[in-house]
Each structure stands twice: as C-alpha cells, then as structure tokens.
C-alpha cells in the first residue's frame, strides 16, 4: 500500500545479513504489535508517531509564514465555500481544481485562485452535478478556465435539467473546453517536484456500477507526492465507498478530504479502515441545517486521527507537503 512500499531487494539483502536469533525476534515482535493494533490496544497512528512518522505539524497563521520552503511546492486548500466544496491543488507549478461550491462562491473561488498566481487551470473536476459543488464552476471556467475539465459520465435518466447544471455546460461551450469522462484506473503525470513525480489516479465512478443516489457518481481521485497520498471523493456515500472497496483500488492514504462534509451517510467505518487516515479535512458550512458534521462520522474519524479540520470552524484549511510531512495552515474567520 502507499504508505507502506515494498522494498523488496533491499530486504533480501536485509535478511541475509540478520542473524537468525534476531529475525526470529523481530517476527515476534511484529505479530505481536500487529495484534495489539488488532485489538485496539495500541493504534496504528500511535506507532507511527513512535517510529517518526509525524501525523502533522501544524501551524495557525493566515499567510502559512511558518510553513518550510521545501514544502511550499505542493499545497492542497481546501477552501471555505460554506455548505459546500472546493478544493485547489497546486503541485510544482500545475494546478487541479476540485468543485467549486454555490453558485454564490465563484467569486471568491477565482480570486482564490488569481491569488496563486494562476492564469489558467490545468484540471477542472466536477465531482458530481450538485449545485454546492458545481454551482461557482460556470464563473471560474468562464474567468479563468482550464485545460481538461473532467466529470462523471452519468446515466442519462440521472442528467440533471437545472439550471445550475446547464449555466456550467453553457459555461464550458463558450470557453471553448470539452468535457473528459471520469474513468476509474486513468492516471495523469500531474508534475515533477525536486524529482518527485507528483501523479492523480481517477478511482470513482466505478466501471459499470448504477445508483439512484447522484452523490454515489462523485468522481474521486487519489494524488500521490512521494510518502504523502490524499483521497479526495466528492460526495460518495456508503454504497459508492463498498464498490471503490470491491475495485481493489489502493485508497490507503496519509490525508482524506471527508466525503459529504461529513455526513454519517459517508465515510463508513469498514471504509476508514481502509483509507486509514493520518490527517483529515470536512468541508461544511457554520451552523448549517443539515448538522455536518454529524457526529457519528466525527466519532468514526478520531478513531484513526486525532488531526481533523473543519472549514466551518477554522475557515480555508491548507495543507502543504514536503513529500514526507505535513504542515496546516487555518485562515481565521472573519471577526475572529
């Protein structure tokens, strides 16, 4: 898995060298580590901090002034749209944009991005066409654009006729763009960074799978650095995350953009158990009516991480990565 590579040569070169006393006792002790995480006795994130494995390191400033130069290169921020998503990735130069809220939160998403610096998108990703994620694309693609914009391919009984979908389809015609289906197994070579490849793997829709729920055709993506892997799906709910689970895929990954801000219909616990999340992010809105962040979910997700960030309590949430850590950056609210 991501987190834990195979180094296969190296090990046999390892094991020759051990004495046979030695890797009799460190197979013992690995068994029995293994069975205390199995048992809850000790958690697994308990073990990575013992053996250096820091789940974060956090700072609290507005600007990320304390954030290493090193690890500026790649940064995932998730940013505050209220009761919705919106989430830029930047790595090495290239830029992904992940929804972009309400309708109402266009503007603040393009300046967000005009902000980094960003003339044009690279990658536009359109999980799914609720209107709290797709509702401020048809301002960005028309202010700013992108070179790819990908979206789920839906059935056509559940294309949806609102206005909100067609001011984003009219959006992508008059930009000239065209719309790329979401596969599940496509990969793309994001960017290089000090050598490190920086790549995005497609794992939602699920090739085949049919739903009557729209969340459950959320496009999700898994976006490697190094050591350091996010999932980010959209709102996929328990249906959705049992066929993702079922692919064979490998979401097992440092950090985890909580699916459907929350709700206790996603993020299931045999889902985490597979993800196994050192550091999460919930996009929701303060005070909103449909109480995400529910707190099944929140009980679910401290289970594996003591590191969870909430847009609705700490506004924009970034997350910068020197391929090996990780540092957070909160915005404060404002009047705080």
């Not at 990320?64 to 919705?84: L, N």
């Not at 015609?173 to 290089?192: C, F």
């Not at 049919?210 to 976006?223: F, T």
């Not at 594996?304 to 950056?329: A, H, K, M, N």
Request: with cysteine; glycine share 10%; net charge negative.
């Amino acid at each position: 898995m991501a987190k834990r590579k195979k180094q296969t040569g190296s090990v046999k070169k390892l094991l020759k060298m051990l004495p046979a006393a030695l890797l009799i006792m460190l197979m013992c002790v690995g068994i029995c580590l293994g069975a205390l995480i199995e048992t809850g006795l000790v958690s697994l994130t308990g073990v990575q901090q013992a053996i250096g494995i820091a789940p974060a390191e956090t700072t609290d400033t507005p600007t990320g002034s304390d954030i290493p130069e090193e690890a500026k290169a790649f940064a995932v921020h998730v940013i505050d749209v209220g009761q919705g998503d919106s989430i830029l990735i930047l790595a090495g130069g290239k830029s992904i944009l992940i929804d972009a809220g309400e309708k109402e939160y266009g503007g603040k998403v393009v300046s967000f991005i005009k902000e980094k610096g960003i003339g044009k998108l690279d990658y536009i990703i359109a999980t799914h066409p609720h209107s709290d994620h797709i509702g401020g694309l048809a301002e960005v693609i028309s202010s700013v654009g992108a070179e790819k914009i990908i979206v789920p391919k839906l059935p056509d009984e559940m294309v949806p006729t609102t206005r909100v979908y067609e001011n984003f389809l009219k959006a992508v015609k008059n930009s000239g763009g065209k719309l790329t289906a979401a596969k599940a197994g496509n990969s793309y070579d994001i960017a290089e960074i000090n050598g490190l490849p920086v790549k995005m793997t497609v794992l939602t829709p699920c090739d085949g799978a049919e739903y009557d729920d729209l969340n459950n055709y959320s496009v999700s993506v898994r976006v490697d650095y190094n050591r350091i892997s996010w999932l980010l799906a959209g709102d996929l709910s328990e249906e959705g995350e049992k066929d993702l689970i079922n692919s064979g895929a490998d979401i097992d990954v440092t950090a985890y953009k909580v699916s459907h801000h929350g709700s206790s219909s996603s993020s299931s616990e045999m889902f985490l158990e597979r993800v196994t999340p050192r550091l999460c992010v919930i996009s929701c809105g303060e005070g909103n009516s449909y109480g995400h962040p529910h707190k099944e979910t929140l009980n679910c997700l401290s289970e594996f991480t003591s590191s969870i960030y909430r847009t609705d309590q700490c506004s924009t949430v970034s997350v910068y990565s020197d391929g090996t850590r990780l540092f957070v950056s909160k915005a404060s609210k404002e009047g705080e």
